[in-house]
């Protein structure tokens, strides 16, 4: 309902067609693992498995910056589980080894049961399994309070991944726009390199969106539309 | 190359190949139609390179060959030459011209040699089955109008064909086409040899073209698919065309099963109603909004340029009121479809996927995206 006006009827957003959700499934395979100098060094470790100079191993990196993509394939070839830090309670502790490999994602997110996790990482050293926690920093800036589990994770062999090299973001975009079957202009795939986080899962988030609203407008993914997109998702960045 | 034929079987057949050629080529012989003269009468090809038609004609040839001709000259000239008559067609000694004669006329076209012809080279076709002309025009007609036209989405740019189990022991054929915003699915009992097929996309191109020639008559179409190109015989005239060569999404995923607000409208009656209102609607937007509560419907059009207009309509529905948005083009497209006198809506909410179906069951089934009004 409208209250009537004279300076007529209020400016509104005109009819927009909405679009079938119809995604692909993101691929985490080894063959989509992107190498580049920003990660080569911890994918090379991975690949080393089972030759580690610890039981347990670091992956450090900013999000976006392919943590979980790698800790993935690693998981595949070890046949291990995957487990939010959160998920690691005491009782369960023995069952989380029990495959020989795991990896626990996002160690740094918010409080977790320290006593459980100092457990499982004596436990795998006992017991000869393999863990990889995944974090963005080092265990220090983790806001940890039990020493033994903070001294236990220092130790830890760590590995970094840096955010994407340009050539890396470039290379992933092109990627998630072929994995979607979707036919793009180099200008569209250099604007949005040049204008989103460097970050993977934002390149991710972008090419998503933009598949969506190339599809609600029934048109093809333009440079224009990616600059829209982006002018959209980081509306502060603009003016 | 000499060879005298009947004018209208020329006709027919040049109408049938003549298609397939693009009235622009950069490559002088895509513009040619290929003639061959041989014991079993005149053989006919043409090709786009993605998609070539083949067909053979009766004719009376005392001396065998063959030669390509511009496709779109030759069937303009048979077009226009006189009901009933005998044309003779006949190469130059050195191949470089073909003359046309009839009656008193008499025409003389830049021949290009057969040795240049493209060959699609169909390769193994391992799939194979024979259905009813009208089952496929079916399965064309009512699946056709949904196939994307934006050409960087070549993945939506076809109906894909494939067979599915279900429907009593012999598996369903389905047709599907989708452009993002509708969604129309028809199936029909697999004939045999359909199961196991590879799930193929077949282009918008190829699609109009089976359309046309499933419309001339022959009752039954043979179909060869391999997981590359598919062949169709119909009788005497054989299209064969490269697949889209692309993964269609799984399209099971956007098709509702929970939709629970029940809509039956009277089928003409919805239609005019929908075109009427729309008459003011915006070229660009052509949103109706329709509001239904118990036993009544709404229908609106609000164009800020132009005006309003609404028309109610009495309508079978018991569920709560709901007031959703669709584009008129795709409702009346839709309906368009519909066999039956009614047309059953299946409705969740003004942002989700409705089904809509002549009613519920039925082999031929359509799933609409709102719009957000």
Do not use: C
Request: hydrophobic share 40%; charged share 25%.
């Amino acid at each position: 309902m409208r209250e009537p006006s004279d300076r007529g009827p209020p400016r509104r957003d005109p009819p927009k067609q909405l679009a079938f959700d119809l995604p692909l499934d993101p691929r985490y395979g080894r063959e989509d693992f992107l190498v580049s100098p920003s990660n080569e060094r911890a994918y090379a470790l991975v690949e080393r498995w089972p030759d580690w100079p610890d039981t347990v191993l670091r992956l450090e990196g900013p999000p976006g910056s392919g943590k979980s993509h790698l800790a993935s394939i690693w998981a595949t070839d070890a046949r291990g589980w995957t487990v939010d830090a959160r998920e690691v309670r005491g009782e369960r502790v023995p069952h989380l080894i029990s495959a020989g490999a795991l990896v626990i994602e996002d160690a740094d997110r918010g409080p977790i049961d320290e006593a459980a996790l100092f457990h499982l990482l004596n436990l795998a050293r006992e017991r000869k399994a393999s863990v990889v926690v995944t974090g963005s920093g080092p265990p220090d800036r983790w806001g940890l309070r039990t020493p033994d589990l903070l001294s236990r994770l220092r130790l830890a062999p760590a590995v970094a991944l840096d955010p994407p090299d340009d050539a890396l973001l470039k290379a992933v975009l092109v990627k998630l726009f072929v994995d979607r079957q979707l036919v793009v202009d180099t200008t569209v795939v250099d604007t949005l390199a040049l204008r989103i986080e460097r970050s993977l899962a934002r390149a991710a988030e972008a090419v998503a969106a933009l598949d969506k609203e190339a599809l609600s407008r029934g048109r093809r993914i333009t440079r224009a539309m990616a600059n829209d997109l982006v002018a959209r998702l980081s509306p502060d960045e603009e003016g | 190359m000499r060879v005298t034929v009947e004018r209208a079987a020329l006709l027919k057949a040049l109408g049938h190949v003549h298609r397939v050629v693009e009235r622009r080529n950069t490559i002088p012989i895509l513009s040619n139609v290929l003639l061959r003269a041989d014991a079993s009468g005149l053989g006919l090809k043409a090709t786009d390179l993605d998609m070539e038609v083949t067909e053979t004609v009766a004719a009376d040839v005392p001396q065998p060959g063959a030669t390509t001709v511009p496709a779109h000259v030759i069937y303009d000239i048979v077009r226009k030459l006189a009901d009933g008559s005998q044309i003779s067609l006949e190469t130059s000694a050195d191949g470089a011209q073909m003359q046309i004669r009839a009656g008193r006329s008499r025409f003389m076209l830049q021949a290009l040699p057969e040795t240049d012809f493209p060959d699609l080279a169909a390769g193994e076709m391992p799939h194979a089955f024979t259905l009813p002309a009208g089952d496929l025009k079916r399965l064309i007609d009512k699946t056709q109008f949904a196939i994307s036209t934006e050409e960087t989405r070549y993945y939506l740019n076809g109906i894909f064909l494939h067979a599915v189990d279900g429907g009593g022991s012999g598996g369903l054929l389905r047709a599907v086409a989708t452009d993002g915003h509708r969604l129309a699915r028809v199936e029909l009992p697999a004939p045999q040899g359909a199961l196991g097929m590879p799930g193929v996309i077949v282009p918008r191109k190829a699609v109009a073209e089976i359309q046309k020639l499933v419309d001339d008559g022959a009752e039954e179409v043979r179909v060869e698919l391999s997981s590359a190109k598919v062949r169709l015989t119909f009788a005497g005239v054989v299209l064969t065309s490269k697949l889209i060569d692309g993964t269609f999404p799984d399209y099971q995923r956007v098709i509702p099963t929970g939709n629970d607000k029940r809509l039956v409208v009277d089928r003409d009656v919805f239609a005019k109603a929908v075109d009427r209102v729309s008459t003011i609607s915006s070229e660009r937007g052509r949103a109706v909004k329709l509001a239904v509560t118990e036993g009544r419907m709404t229908l609106s059009v609000n164009n800020p340029d132009s005006g309003s207009a609404t028309e109610e309509l009495e309508v079978d529905y018991e569920a709560s009121g709901l007031d959703i948005g669709f584009n008129a083009r795709y409702l009346l497209d839709i309906t368009n479809q519909l066999d039956g006198d009614t047309a059953t809506f299946m409705l969740a909410d003004p942002g989700s996927p409705t089904l809509i179906q002549d009613r519920e069951g039925a082999p031929a089934l359509y799933v609409l995206m709102p719009m957000r009004v």
